[in-house]
């Protein structure tokens, strides 16, 4: 297995976080889709090669980027009807998206003008998501306070992309990036929820790349694999630490 090693913040493109030499912001396509989507992510996402949120920003059109300063901090809410918004968040009590979106669509047929009943206008879906570790993310959706009334959702599908890269710590798991995919796949978007996958992948593989790791063997060991992922608890500490050192210089 490739060693990581580590590369100084001066040394990292701004826009992908690998270094300069492998900058992939030139390759990453534009997903045009009409889903609004408000992505909340706390500070570290943005030193890590593997992070979702530095996809996100250079991939998705509609997309208004929040982030997470701390506790003392919070993030203002968007200037946006937040009616019919889903945070997508694995928590008890949380619904299936599949479930809300079908609700949606329903009221959407519903909502046509008849003579004795005009339309009335129905707020766009909004899919609110919060690329963070676990632990991070449960705390930041208490921490902001327009979240708490809003729907927490879960996804029955399960990860579409073999994660390649790192661990996960829940077996359904997956990045932020996936979990929007779906979203987009779910509201009818398919092409662009396929673009955005594409783009994903893409990323795992040239990381892969740069770490001297011969990925048809990765993505074989994937598939034959019971276990969800395949860095071992030592590199992925390795991968922590490496992030650490970053977010002190």
């Known amino acids: 297995m490739g060693q ?11 826009g992908c976080a690998l270094s300069k030499a492998w ?25 890590k090669t593997t992070s979702s ?17 701390g506790r003392g901090d ?17 928590e008890e009590g949380a619904t299936p998206l599949e479930d809300e979106i079908e609700k949606f669509k329903n009221l959407q047929n ?40 809003l729907k927490k959702v879960i996804l029955l599908q399960s990860n579409p992309n073999p994660n390649i890269l790192r661990r996960q710590h829940l077996e359904e798991g997956m990045s932020t990036l996936d979990a929007v995919a779906i979203g987009l796949r779910l509201i009818g978007e398919t ?21 001297g790791i011969v990925i048809e063997q990765r993505v074989e060991q994937v598939q034959s694999s019971t276990r969800p992922w395949l860095i071992s608890d030592e590199q992925d500490q390795q991968d922590q630490q490496d992030e650490q050192g970053d977010e002190l210089k």
């Open 110 to 149: 519903q909502n046509h003008p008849t003579q004795n009943h005009p339309t009335q206008n129905l707020a766009p879906p909004v899919l609110i998501a919060i690329d963070a570790t676990w632990r991070q993310a449960r705390r930041m959706v208490k921490k902001i306070e327009w979240l708490q009334p």
């Open 53 to 69: 949120t530095v996809i996100a920003r250079r991939c998705l059109n509609h997309v208004q980027l929040l982030q997470w300063e």
């Open 23 to 47: 900058c992939i912001c030139d390759q990453m396509p534009k997903v045009d889709h009409q889903l609004k989507i408000i992505w909340i992510y706390h500070p570290l996402e943005l030193l």
């Open 191 to 211: 092409q662009e929820a396929q673009t955005l996958l594409d783009a994903r992948l893409f990323q795992m593989k040239h990381i892969l790349k740069t770490r």
């Open 4 to 14: 990581r090693s580590l590369v100084p913040i001066e040394r990292r493109c701004s």
């Open 74 to 90: 919070p993030i203002p809410k968007p200037n946006l009807d937040l009616s019919n918004a889903w945070v997508l968040m694995p």
